[in-house]
């Protein structure tokens, strides 16, 4: 089973959102009907960037990597963000 690292762009005001899910369709979903605490006020948001793993485990390490200073740097030097 496939699971991902993905970041969603905010049409509304243009921020990120960056998180991990086994079922990327569906999450994206949930955040734009409004079920999401954090992501309620920015909607619509549209899926931006996404990379898939093996395991839960490697895709929350990679989405902590890109909440992280560096993760950040990486993300802007590639022009993901």
Do not use: C, Q
């Not at 734009?32 to 931006?48: D, E, V």
């Amino acid at each position: 089973m496939s699971y991902f690292t993905y970041i969603l762009k905010s049409e509304h005001d243009g921020t990120y959102y960056y998180g991990s899910t086994k079922n990327l369709r569906e999450r994206v979903k949930v955040h734009n009907s409004g079920k999401s605490r954090y992501t309620k006020g920015r909607r619509p948001w549209k899926l931006h960037y996404f990379e898939e793993f093996e395991s839960r485990s490697e895709a929350a390490k990679r989405e902590k990597f890109f909440k992280s200073i560096d993760g950040y740097n990486f993300l802007k030097k590639g022009n993901i963000i």
